[in-house]
């Protein structure tokens, strides 16, 4: 008995995973399969592809680990959220109780990414590229000033630095991270006074990066993102309810 799913055709024998997980996003993204609903059976998979049940299952482990699918034991596996081909911008998730720690989780990824972009931009620079991350500058202090918060100005400015360094693996991991960045300009994180004080450091990071000073870069960029810390820490105090205050 055939067991093929139509959209889907055996693949070439070399890099089968890589190839399957493309494929099988192209499936989704062209079939309309919705979050919520049930995916082809290994067996299908399998025929349809023309693969082995062991890669098959190593694809859905990859993207469960992205938070794109969940396995139900004795249902099937489920699409959590859309995907596309271009399987470098499958948003993560972060699997953290409280908003507090998911914020958290994610500052420690930007040190590691961004203090690293920061150097390499001020290494690599062009002149081109030093006028763009000024522009988002400047239109990042004018908003700020205006208004006390400048969330996507910010992350403007930062994708711009991101860009100076001329490796675009660093855009394409923010890229994943978007949803999970874009985070910390919600609730109850949108005060006027959140990110206030790291906002100065913005234009040292510039000055450092047009100085070409690779290590005050790194240092501008992990001073920015320690005062975030601690006001996510501060302010999530804040927000607590009076309950959990007392229990702290």
Excluded at 121 to 150: F, N, P, Q, Y
Excluded at 169 to 183: D, I, P, S
Excluded at 217 to 232: F, G, S
């Amino acid at each position: 008995m055939t067991l093929s799913v139509p959209g889907l055709s055996p693949l070439p024998a070399s890099d089968r995973a890589k190839t399957v997980m493309t494929a099988l996003a192209d499936y989704i993204a062209q079939s309309g399969l919705r979050p919520g609903e049930r995916l082809p059976t290994e067996r299908e998979l399998m025929q349809s592809l023309a693969v082995g049940r062991s890669t098959v299952r190593e694809v859905i482990r990859q993207f469960q680990a992205l938070g794109v699918m969940e396995s139900r034991k004795g249902s099937g596996t489920y699409l959590l959220r859309g995907i596309s081909s271009d399987t470098i911008h499958m948003p993560l998730s972060i699997d953290a109780g409280t908003l507090r720690e998911g914020l958290l989780s994610t500052l420690d990824i930007r040190r590691g990414l961004e203090a690293e972009a920061g150097a390499l931009a001020a290494l690599r620079r062009s002149k081109a590229d030093l006028e763009i991350i000024e522009d988002r500058l400047v239109a990042m202090e004018k908003v700020h000033l205006a208004e006390g918060t400048s969330g996507k100005y910010d992350l403007a400015f930062h994708l711009s630095v991101y860009d100076a360094s001329h490796n675009p693996m660093f855009g394409q991991l923010l890229e994943q991270m978007r949803e999970a960045f874009e985070r910390f300009w919600s609730k109850p994180f949108d005060r006027p006074d959140f990110a206030g004080r790291s906002f100065p450091y913005h234009r040292t990071l510039f000055e450092a990066i047009a100085a070409q000073d690779a290590e005050r870069a790194r240092r501008e960029t992990l001073t920015i993102l320690e005062i975030v810390e601690e006001d996510i820490r501060e302010m999530s105090q804040d927000t607590a309810p009076q309950s959990d205050k007392v229990q702290k």
